[in-house]
């Protein structure tokens, strides 16, 4: 009986350790998404100033409004958690008072005999009625034995009260714990509720001057298809000028060691195509160590909320205008910091439209960073992950960064590439 106590105890002990493993992660998880709730309260804060973003206001409010539900997710997780440990812990307070009751029923069962025995056991008597030395010194060892027996016993006892008191204050935390993560729950289920009353009202808002919107939409949106079409010549371009580099150098190593001895060659680059960069060595290292940091990579800026998504899709707010979107948008407070999302080099600096555009490449990819204010690095320079690289653009309170990812000169999804937020 004993062994299957022990054996339930730890149990339920390796459970328990499992389970606050899993607790302290849905804990970071809830903190990460309590700190993108506040910063895009920021960003919804600062949009609500200006009265020509309702645009910006309604997609920072569908950004808030699936925070605050992933959010609540993660409290009923958090909720089925402590409820999961509070029945672990039961149950090992179970066990511990049945280890309780069967080590004072042992340590009755001693004390019991040893009075029924007092008589013969008396110690001194006990030991000089031994027949010889050889029995008195057992005799005496077995007192030492017994006294120790006892004394560990009683230890025992002490130990396993005190466990059942530290579990009896852990379940009583826990409780607490629970009623608290209840009635956070509850003021968030308000707060998503009255931010889905404000989307709606803001919507309604925007149905009335649709027509106006559709046409500023298609006005951005033309000037987007024109700063596309730069970039993917900025792009092409600088592909073929890199290739074309590369194979006057492999010509030049080439010419120079055909007088050297049959021994020595030099290896030309294999041909590509002309939107396809040929990789040194080198570049293929980097290559590499990109793609396998797909999903993983920094988001470039440390605060913003994602405001418009990749692909070509109506908008989601004027579905009349569709968007075709290279990258992902990002609403950040002006002035904010850009960094770079991995190691590569600056391969390209436009001016379009009045605002800046950085280019980086990590072997067959680049990373691009479109309406910057200020840039603080040059072509040619080497940067490395989230080096400050410029500031986006400050126009008003708030404004956005749009970002791309290319595989040479074929955009990619950046929500692939980055980490999850």
């Known amino acids: 009986m004993k062994k299957y106590i022990l054996f339930i105890v730890l149990v339920c002990f390796a459970t328990l350790v499992m389970g606050q493993s899993k607790s302290d992660k849905l804990k970071n998880d809830k903190k990460q998404i309590e700190k993108e709730i506040t910063n895009t309260q920021k960003l919804l804060d600062e949009t609500k100033k200006n009265k020509n973003a309702s645009l910006q206001e309604i997609s920072v409010l569908r950004k808030q409004i699936s925070n605050r539900e992933a959010l609540i997710t993660a409290m009923n997780n958090e909720i089925l958690a402590l409820e999961e440990e509070l029945v672990l812990n039961e149950k090992l307070l179970l ?10 029923a042992d340590y009755a069962h001693v004390v019991y005999v040893a009075y029924k025995n007092r008589k013969i056991t008396d110690r001194i008597t006990f030991l000089l009625s031994a027949e010889s030395f ?12 017994f006294a120790e027996n006892v004394k560990q016993q009683m230890e025992l006892i002490y130990k396993t009260q005190e466990e059942i ?88 190593g080439k010419t120079s060691g055909s007088g050297k001895s049959s021994g020595s060659t030099t290896t030309t680059p294999s041909p590509a195509k002309s939107t396809e960069l040929i990789l040194t060595p080198e570049e293929k290292v980097l290559n590499t160590s990109f793609v396998n940091n797909k999903g993983k990579l920094p988001w470039p800026v440390a605060k913003g909320a994602k405001v418009l998504d990749f692909g070509n899709n109506p908008h989601p707010d004027v579905p009349s205008v569709m968007i075709d979107n290279k990258g992902i948008d990002i609403l950040v407070e002006a002035g904010t910091a850009v960094r770079a999302i991995f190691n590569g080099e600056v391969t390209g600096i436009l001016t379009v439209g009045g605002t800046k555009v950085l280019m ?18 040059k072509k040619g320079d080497k940067v490395t992950t989230k080096q400050t690289i410029g500031t986006v653009s400050s126009g008003s309170a708030t404004t956005e960064l749009h970002f791309e990812i290319w595989k040479n000169s074929t955009p990619q999804n950046p929500n692939l590439w980055l980490m999850k937020k």
């Open 95 to 104: 066990n511990l008072d049945k280890k309780l009751s069967y080590m004072k």
């Open 360 to 377: 980086i490449r990590h072997g067959e990819y680049l990373s691009v960073y479109q309406n910057l204010a200020t840039v603080s690095v």
């Open 134 to 145: 050889s029995q008195m010194f057992r005799r005496a060892k077995y007192y030492t034995m």
């Open 165 to 252: 008191k530290q579990k009896n204050e852990t379940i009583i935390a826990l409780k607490e714990e629970k009623t608290e993560l209840l009635a956070g729950k509850e003021k968030e289920v308000k707060a998503l509720e009255q931010d889905r009353k404000s989307k709606s009202k803001k919507a309604e808002e925007l149905k009335k001057k649709e027509k106006d919107l559709a046409a500023e939409l298609k006005k951005k949106q033309a000037k987007r298809k024109e700063l596309d079409a730069a970039i993917k010549k900025a792009i092409e371009d600088e592909i073929k000028a890199a290739n074309e580099k590369k194979k006057r150098e492999a010509e030049k």
